[in-house]
């Protein structure tokens, strides 16, 4: 079943006793889980599964509930339950969470038409969703949508933060905020290969920075010859640019115009002994590997500390 039908029932009033849902958007869930309680006037309770549900046939007054369960792999499993599934639940309302739906079972082809998936939202959806819960700026909200990977509840949790450390400290801006707790850490940014921004870090002589893109590195698993070797190589092109007194650097060099650009960056940093030196680790670096005189996972640590 699509979300917009569920979306349309309760938009016009009307519930069911069972919804099935599942999908990595949690967080869109829980707005649609409200939605139910609202809309049927029953609260909500969590239980382990469907047999939990207490009946309430015997009370003087009735009360009836939206229970919410996660992954019941009884009544998933389970034929005989499943064919008393309305005798249990009653007036009640059940919920069930899965977190994966397994298409082969029978389970799936009984119910494939209540189960509604929550696909993660489009990028134009999410910001505005994002835009409902905090005031941040456009770019802001990008760069937020970009660290939680696009996912709702991530970001939820993120915006969160911001509002709790605002209250702490005073401060009504949440972008001054973001910015904040992204440069301390506290805001969660999940690695990713940082390899040319960390040899541009060592080229630009930031040993704090350097130092903080080379764990990054290390915990996508990038090799450390690879790293080791794009240092030279980069290393390298800084020197032949920065030592060329030609006008046609292109040309007596033999590097591109991007290679020259991007070397350009960095002159002026090391002095030419300094560049040579850099390479002259890499390259001691690179046959200490081959010879098995230095262990692979201190060659880049060694090189950085001998360049700062």
């Not at 009836?64 to 249990?88: A, G, H, P, T």
């Not at 209250?167 to 001054?176: L, S, T």
Request: charged fraction near 25%; glycine fraction near 4%; hydrophobic fraction near 40%.
């Amino acid at each position: 079943m699509d979300v917009s039908v569920i979306h349309n029932e309760l938009r016009q009033g009307i519930t069911k006793n069972l919804y099935i849902f599942t999908g990595p958007e949690w967080a869109v869930q829980q707005i649609y889980i409200d939605q139910i309680s609202k809309v049927s006037g029953k609260q909500t309770r969590r239980v382990d599964k469907l047999t939990n549900i207490k009946s309430n046939k015997s009370s003087f007054v009735p009360v009836s509930y939206v229970y919410i369960c996660r992954d019941d792999k009884e009544f998933m499993s389970e034929e005989k339950l499943q064919n008393r599934f309305d005798s249990i639940v009653g007036n009640n309302i059940f919920i069930l969470l899965v977190t994966s739906v397994d298409k082969r079972t029978k389970f799936y082809k009984a119910y494939k038409d209540t189960i509604i998936e929550f696909e993660a939202l489009k990028p134009a959806i999410l910001k505005k969703y994002i835009q409902k819960e905090t005031p941040l700026l456009d770019d802001n909200v990008d760069k937020l949508m970009e660290i939680c990977e696009y996912d709702y509840g991530r970001c939820l949790l993120e915006i969160d933060k911001i509002k709790t450390y605002g209250k702490a400290r005073m401060q009504n801006d949440p972008n001054v905020l973001f910015h904040v707790l992204l440069q301390e850490g506290i805001i969660y940014q999940p690695p990713y290969d940082a390899i040319f921004d960390f040899v541009d870090a060592i080229l630009d002589r930031k040993p704090k920075l350097s130092w903080k893109l080379y764990r990054q590195c290390l915990d996508v698993g990038e090799a450390i010859m690879v790293m080791v070797s794009v240092l030279y190589n980069n290393t390298k092109a800084v020197l032949q640019v920065q030592a060329c007194e030609s006008k046609d650097v292109s040309k007596t060099t033999g590097l591109t115009g991007w290679q020259i650009n991007n070397a350009r960056k960095h002159c002026g940093v090391y002095r030419n002994g300094e560049l040579i030196h850099i390479m002259e680790l890499c390259q001691d670096c690179e046959q200490g590997i081959k010879t098995g005189k230095m262990p692979e996972a201190i060659a880049m640590e060694y090189i950085m500390v001998n360049v700062f």
